[in-house]
């Protein structure tokens, strides 16, 4: 393994790290009694020599070995998250080192667990590099070092393959520098959609550019210490509601809703997957309302149906958000958010869990399984949206699902042990690894991960990684 090319691409990293990072200084030079210009720009100009450097004294390369790529993926990542900690660490306040990195992890993997009691007190300047750091780990920063190395590379094939899986490039037939570039536009077209639509029902654009940017990204962060319950407006929920479901649907079929080209069976509603997601959503949205109801926990149908659909499309696409404090709500309803915090978007997303994919590939096994042990001379053919289903896909997303469990397993022990209750511990491991950000208990919608003991907030952090990355590119790199 050749570790010039590591270093190379890291320090590529680490230049659009410092672009995103001198935005926020220049922004909080901008604003009145702003106090983190200096925090973002020392982090700024380090994060710019320590990317160049590298960049400038190797040489780059044609070809990038797949073990390569994994840990070129890993370290990556890793590099983004300890750089982009350097401004909280340096402003303090309630940014320890710990907090500072477990802020930065959530951010990056677009999680939106935070330790923050106060949001609001945060700077402007900080608070826009906090929601930058979430929208650039929604596309991935792996992707935008794709679009840097020309088609004529396999470095460029590796990287992409190891950041996203082939669930994720299914609808794209094209080469890997288009599927990126296919992301980038459709992920930075539903960003300004939601930031203009925002911006018209009275928000102000700091606050509009902030959720939007979260939204999109399905990150959740927000600057009101509240969530979206500070805004208290039925219309910002509903563009926030297609927001958040449309980071959560696979880019590239979202593109081809509107330029569909010669590929037919890319049109969003001839989708399995989506017509599943969505399917299953509103469905927990339907037992969740009438759940409420039956509680009585609002007053009216239309206050149930309002927080029980923006609370489940919230959890279900892992962003976050809150209008209401799920801790209250009956333990039917929390069952099905738990299940939708594992299941969670699509492929190709933004969104983290499991994916709705995979479900329908071993739902197709099972059902496969089945007709063969009905009748073992009878040969049948699944089919995955217009295609036959190839046998080691649906065992791969099998082995997933297993490593995806095992992980929350170890880390709902761990948070056990620590001394979380059963019902905070698990879910905190299910929403770190999902990159969800809220659970219950302890760590509430209304809550947060401020008081967890450093042990907790470590093991989460390797949670939020994991799930991020789909675990392969982190075992496999250690395995190397």
Not at 175 to 184: A, D, E, L, N, T
Not at 320 to 348: E, H, K, Q, R, Y
Not at 367 to 389: A, M
Not at 427 to 452: E, T
Request: glycine fraction near 8%.
């Amino acid at each position: 393994m050749r570790t010039h090319v590591i270093i190379r691409h890291c320090g590529i990293v680490l230049l659009i790290i410092s672009l995103l990072l001198i935005i926020s200084a220049i922004t909080a030079l901008l604003s009145p009694s702003d106090n983190s210009f200096v925090p973002l720009a020392v982090a700024g100009l380090l994060a710019l020599i320590c990317g160049l450097l590298p960049v400038l004294m190797t040489k780059s390369v044609d070809k990038i070995q797949a073990k390569e790529g994994y840990t070129i993926v890993l370290c990556a990542w890793i590099t983004a998250w300890l750089f982009g900690a350097i401004p909280f660490m340096i402003y303090g306040g309630e940014f320890s080192i710990i907090n500072a990195l477990f802020e930065s992890m959530s951010g990056f993997t677009t999680t939106g667990a935070s330790i923050l009691n106060n949001i609001e007190s945060l700077p402007p300047g900080l608070q826009l590099w906090r929601i930058a750091s979430a929208w650039i780990g929604g596309i991935g920063v792996v992707l935008l070092i794709s679009l840097a190395i020309p088609d004529d590379r396999n470095g460029q094939v590796i990287l992409v393959s190891s950041e996203t899986s082939s669930l994720a490039r299914e609808y794209f037939k094209g080469g890997k520098r288009g599927f990126v570039r296919i992301m980038m536009l459709t992920y930075t077209a539903i960003t300004l959609i939601s930031f203009i639509c925002l911006k018209m029902t009275g928000m102000g654009w700091f606050d509009s550019l902030i959720h939007a940017m979260s939204a999109c990204s399905t990150c959740g962060f927000s600057n009101k210490n509240s969530s979206i319950a500070f805004f208290d407006n039925p219309v910002v929920e509903i563009i926030l509601i297609v927001s958040m479901l449309s980071g959560a649907v696979n880019f590239t079929l979202l593109y081809s809703a509107i330029i569909p080209g010669r590929n037919k069976r890319s049109y969003i509603l001839k989708s399995e997957v989506f017509r599943v997601f969505m399917i299953l959503t509103f469905a927990a949205v339907l037992l969740i309302t009438v759940s409420l109801k039956h509680n009585h926990l609002y007053d009216t149908n239309s206050q149930s149906l309002r927080h029980a659909l923006f609370q489940t499309v919230s959890i279900a696409t892992t962003t976050g958000f809150a209008t209401a404090d799920t801790n209250v709500w009956p333990s039917f309803c929390i069952g099905i958010l738990i299940v939708c915090s594992i299941i969670c978007g699509c492929a190709g997303s933004t969104s983290g869990g499991i994916k709705i994919d995979r479900i329908v590939l071993v739902g197709k096994g099972i059902r496969y399984n089945l007709h063969q042990f009905r009748d073992p001379l009878l040969v049948t053919r699944s089919k995955f949206d217009g295609r036959s289903c190839r046998p080691y896909e649906i065992s791969q997303a099998q082995l997933f699902i297993l490593m995806y469990i095992g992980f929350i397993f170890l880390g709902a022990e761990l948070n056990i042990a620590a001394g979380m209750d059963l019902r905070s511990g698990v879910s905190a491991a299910i929403a770190c690894m999902g990159n969800v950000g809220p659970g219950f208990g302890q760590v509430g919608s209304m809550n947060n991960y401020a008081d967890l003991p450093t042990m907790i907030k470590l093991s989460s952090m390797v949670l939020m990684l994991a799930g991020r990355l789909e675990i392969y590119p982190l075992i496999l790199s250690f395995r190397r």
